[in-house]
């Protein structure tokens, strides 16, 4: 993505580029290829405080997300670092229960890092790659859209750590993938899948030859969506993710107290208009 | 459906017909082919009626719902009409609440309407068929059982008219469709998707030739339908639905007491003797 | 499986084999076979004590279940017992209330003892072949991982024998397949569904050419679960069956409070180190 | 009442009276005095209307409910009346899954009209008097306010009549009074309490001397609160009632969605600015 | 209590006294008076299955709870017992994560033998007398109605002996009472509260004198409860207990299924009937 | 309080005084006397970082909450202040879609600032005094216990200024206080209420003759807390806030995988052991 603009605003952060690659359009990569992308726990607090500054500026309407370099979308937890850090070892007669409050305060620290790409209010589409396991499900289950690299090589690792994964691929592959039996097979058996087989369950939605045409497509279709009204697209992201987590009946009461206000806006209007008139729409900022 | 006879309680809409083309069995058509069966407020009221009605009709069993003519199931809504009526336009300094509570009222009104193909207390067989697009997807998404023709061209288009879709979309696609990654592409790019892509993520479950052998399959099933236990087949759609909307424990509960009534009926026990028997039931109206 | 060690601790049931083909592994059999293994309640009864007693015993951690024979692995509930029995005749003149009483209570018995299998808290697998109808589909809908035979013969039986099935296919089959188009079409026509439809549905996760090659499948994924962590392996079903009834949010909570006590165990530093020194752990029972 | 004004728009209503006692005040009072006020199908029926009615009239604001005459509020259930209709028999031999059928539609409708009060978008203040017993709990249940003659004799009838009561009573109760074992108490013993009983536990929240003084006050906190903004005065109906059925996370989440809409109208400015100039605001009807 | 029969059918019970004080009334009392009644797990493991029992046993329709002798109603757990049967003690060096499995399993059987009261299908009448703290409060917040004695001392004792409640108080205490202050007032400082402060919160809805008396009148209502429908006081728990917990449109929906069941049976023509009478209703066993 | 220590970690905020006045204990007072404590933007966002830091704080254990000054608790919202900040004012023509989506931004950013008071780990005791009105209300139905003066004015204001209250009154109240109706009355009114009404429906658990002595009781009562094991204390107030927003079921379960951390801690040992022998425990800092 050597060509995109890099944005200014985001210069500051050590671990990601940002740039942008078509109007409206961020492109966040993951930045530590020497590591496979590995995550610290200094990245993830960056990582949560980049998507958070991402769902509050109005220059950025849609976000594609990567991997820096060929080898990796992210290999996952930084074991090492994590080892050294002291964050994976178990003081010596340590109290049980004052550890379990310290371990459910960096579970959550943690949790709430990855969850802001879903928690982002513009569409964040998700290109994995290469080695994408562990930490990379978990993130990428927190996407609006998943595509990938024909060459990806997947895998829910955390039980072969010894541990049931904990930021969030547990609670969402249910609900993002039809198949309960495929995601307890992967899930419990931590084996890798490939590429052919995430789009066969519909974990991805679409699979292209290498990790340039992945990305050009993400952003292709990233593009698109920045031309359209942000009023409707940021209401459907909304819109969906509260479907996922009501019935039926909740959703439609949301649906209707969300849009008496959204629809009293100039994006309604423009776009029935331009329709209408075989006009291109242009948006304001949201 | 030129040889199947009209229905003559139903005889009175103006907007629909209602025919009966197997013993048990009702067809809807949208009935404005003209206008490529876009619908108004008065269609969609009447809309809410019919399956109202035939909810309570003894004498019907299973619902086949299509569109009239060869070009469209429907191409949602009457933009024009609704641009006449003035539901679309904001009148100049209208107090913003009081709108908000006026649309509020207005997207239940229409939602209930549409809704109704989901409360109906028989099954639904929806046919879609060449332009099926917008307000199309909120009503198939009502029914139990969607089947299309090849040529149909589907879209959840109501992004690219400016707001995020509130007639249910949003709510029932990602209960009825394993993957979410498709769910959000199809729903933020407001793309075209074919009968293919549709049968293959499971949207529908069936592809035929031709919108006559589409709906000459679903009226085979209706028929099918209309010869099973209406105790046994109603009480499969109430039970579905609530399992779609409630967790295992709470599902299993509310089982347990429809059950509890269901069983005292006499359905169970002659389909279990004809089955002995290798004799062919027969079930009275419920 | 004529190979595989009885496990003594299960000798004494009667309707059921209960063997080891793999350390750490138990393989139940419904033995039945020259009824197709359909179950009589003194069967289901036997069902539920051995998941419950599985669950606890330490020296079992992941669970094979098939049918005995080649014919069937269950043709469903024993019509003809349940005939005899009473249980479905309804005696003259008895109070309608109080028959409902009892249903519920019958129902509920029902439903726990083959739910027996979703509490369990190893992960079960779940081996279909033959015929596999009605009470085969509820009791496969417990399990975690469904792999078939290419003959298997499926269908949700019950609408053909006047009722709506209430031990648990309607709770769980809209969360295990993708497709609602799809379960309302088997669940209301009660037809036939072949091994391929079953896997290209996400049902089943694999399809072998005979029950021997399925089994074996099903005993190798077994034993390589049995040696991972199971702390891990428990949690991770644990976890999967939580998101599937919670939203994201309250299933992200529920997990920080789990793992805080998990990951203070032996089995998570020991994996780590296992992975950084390349050999391989062996896990204690838990 | 006899000096309100009776209101044309329900001048039509046949067992209702429903009058303006003050400025966007509604008084209904239930009018079959000789039958103590007791229920028959087409009241309920009719009661549901003019509910549906209030709620959408934008010339009442708040709605007082009473019973006509000086012994009853309403006695409940007209027994003799449901008697004579056959709705209390049972037709020898009728099939009883068909029977459960038609017993859930009319319980619905039942619930649906008595309900219309707790819809209505409306604050309804309800003034028990009198017998106030089976019926008139399910009926105050729904109101927001309750208040009551000191002569009031409340009784949950419905265990007496060999039911549990199912038109609202067992579903809001638990959550209007908060000692649960008060709640049981008087629901399992169908016992009678008094005016002082009820406010001591918080059902009611006023006791007046004289139905004549009930009446007064309810008209004195009717007319008050239709001065007050409507789009504050309904929003709180709307938000407390949420809040009610829902956690404390969602209550947050819709109570931001609702009322980014109606802080952009004109009565929360006009109130302000009221407030800062000690000046008396009108507000526009809603 | 010494005049009341023993029930046979409950003569085996170690820990416990069941006799029988009135018509279909079952008194069960707490029987280790010279350990103020204190619990062992023993004692639990009986107490969830005399609950069960009485269940179940359709010559019991309502069952009075107390404890034996002057002192206590129960002291709560014997904490000496426990320390004895190495409950309390933590093995050195026992993994954490097999200990918290252990534990889970524990306190899920605790749960559930203290449960059993709230599934009894029959109201139960709690009657605390003297000492009545912890597991006190924990057994009677799962029966319906409490009522004590002017002599008993309350406390939530738990947080005194270093740990947050486990049996059910904190799931159960702030759906009982209304004050939430007061809940966690007494939650959080472990403090006594009399009689006097229970009933004027709502935790109770009488106080007497004198135990002696606090049981009479537990046996009275008892006896009047013994004498109604059924299935209308069995109804009426089940609705109210489910209304505790879910929304009230859902509980509106339950109601209806349940009593299309309930009303087809004969205790409700015949109390109608013995209403219309003036006569007194004899109904069957259930 | 002037004799209370400041405490240093928080002498760095404006706009507020944190003392402690016993060990464990921090004393946290609005500090802006001459505006009646009222609340600015700044205040609020003050406010949310002073509960976050105090509940990672190890060294506190419980809070006290009050005003400073005689006349007020809080007389609410800066309503001058809000209407120079420009936040009362609807610019002209601005897009109400767009204004939408900032209001819900404020909204909620205010709801989360307020609430930090109710994820704060440790109990906070709030002493309400002379003027407590509007965003009192929202603050102290986040705290755990809640105790008055006598001269405490009490009201629900937001009526009043046109709008329905959104900071959380309206989402909580309902589930602190018994009475449905009386929660409605003084919600839609607005109406003052007193000390001794708010003792009497449970909305506070205690009132004193003058703000010294309520304040004097708050800190003796929360020194006592902090003498009781955190481990217990904290795990009481999430278990309680976890049971008022979740069904009973659901709350055991959570409860079972809490305290098997929980209970393998020192304090329970510890606490049961100073409880058989009768000393006095001391717990460390969790």
Redesign the interface.
């Known amino acids: 993505m050597s060509t995109a603009t890099p944005l200014p605003a985001y210069a500051a952060y050590e671990h990601f580029l940002v740039s942008s690659p078509a109007l409206f359009v961020a492109h966040v990569e993951i930045n530590r290829p020497r590591k496979l992308n590995a995550f610290s726990r200094p990245m993830w607090l960056e990582f949560g405080r980049i998507f958070t500054q991402l769902s509050a500026d109005s220059d950025v309407r849609v976000v594609v997300l990567s991997g820096a370099g060929d080898r990796a979308f992210t290999s996952g937890l930084d ?2 670092a994590a ?1 050294e850090d002291g964050a ?3 003081e010596e007669g340590k ?7 310290e ?3 960096h ?2 620290e943690f ?1 709430e890092c990855i ?1 802001a790409v ?1 928690k982002c209010e513009k ?1 964040v589409i998700c290109v994995l790659h290469g080695i994408s396991i562990g930490l990379a499900i978990d993130i990428s289950c927190c996407a ?4 990938c690299a024909s060459n990806t090589r997947f895998a829910v690792k ?9 930021i ?1 691929t ?16 992967v ?4 084996r890798d899948f490939s590429a052919q087989e995430a789009v066969s ?5 679409q699979v292209h030859g290498s990790k340039e045409q992945a990305v050009q497509a993400a952003v292709a ?1 990233a593009a ?2 920045g031309e ?2 942000p ?10 993710n ?8 909740e ?2 009461r ?19 208009m331009s ?2 008139k075989k006009t291109k ?1 242009r ?4």
């Open positions: 074991v090492q080892a994976l070892t178990t109290d049980v229960a004052k550890k379990a409050k371990m459910r305060g579970i959550e949790q969850g879903e569409p609006d859209i998943r595509i955390e039980v072969d750590i010894g541990l049931a994964a904990d969030g547990l609670a969402r592959l249910p609900k993002i993938v039809g198949s309960t039996s495929w995601v307890k097979d899930c419990l058996t931590a369950v519909g974990f991805v939605s279709m698109a969506l359209k009204s009023v409707a697209v940021q209401g459907t992201k909304e819109l969906l509260y479907g996922r987590d009501h019935d039926v009946a959703s439609l949301y649906t209707r107290v969300w849009n008496a206000a959204a629809l009293q806006g100039k994006d309604f209007p423009q776009a029935i329709g209408l729409p948006f304001e900022k949201l």
